[in-house]
Structures are given as C-alpha cells and as structure tokens.
C-alpha cells in the first residue's frame, strides 16, 4: 500500500527517474533497470564551531566531535544556500592558522 501511495504522488514524478542501462557486447541482451534520484537543494546548513574569524573562516579546536561540517557547509554554498555557524568566539581576519582552519 505504501508503494502504492509513492507511485501516486506527484513528488514521485520529479524527484525518480528510471533509466534502463545496458551492459556487456549485446547492451540489449543485457539490460537492467534502476531508479535515478534528483538530488534535493541544501537551503540552510547548522553547525558548531570553536572560532570564527571575520572572512567566516571556522576551526575546530575545542569540538567533541570532528565529522561532516566541512562537507555539510560545502553542499549548502554549492546549492546557493546559506552556513550557520554557532561558535564561542570571533577573531580577526588572519589570527587563525591556515592549518586549523576547517571550514574556509
């Protein structure tokens, strides 16, 4: 029923596509089909930082955890959207090593 539902929704004819590939010498003999997903825009991106200088440059010092801020902030400037920073303290443009900027 679930399924159903999806197949009906009118997301589900923007966002899936499906492609028919073929492979080998004989690409007819040898196809198969698969679901080709529109990637989603990323409008806003959240994350903590230990230090911003005023070029919006951010390092990690003081975080527990070091895992996807680079790449999260990254898809959000690709999708033209906008990186939200929440950090302890603001310096001055150039005071921040080069080698523990994390997000540039």
């Known amino acids: ?5 999806a197949l009906a929704s009118p997301l589900h004819q923007e966002l899936v596509t499906k492609i028919s590939i073929g492979f080998g ?4 003999a040898m196809k198969a089909d698969y679901l080709m997903y529109k990637a ?3 409008q806003v991106a959240i994350i903590r930082a230990t230090t911003a200088d005023s070029s919006g ?3 990690f010092e003081h975080e527990s955890l070091l895992c996807d801020q680079r ?3 990254a898809a959000a400037a690709n999708s033209g959207g906008v990186v939200l920073a929440q950090v302890k303290r603001i310096c001055e443009t150039g005071s921040l090593p080069s080698r523990a900027v994390g997000v540039p």
């Open 57 to 59: 440059n951010l390092s």
């Open 71 to 73: 790449i999260i902030a």
């Open 25 to 28: 010498p004989t690409a007819d």
């Open 40 to 42: 989603l825009p990323i």
């Open 1 to 5: 029923a679930a399924n159903e539902l």
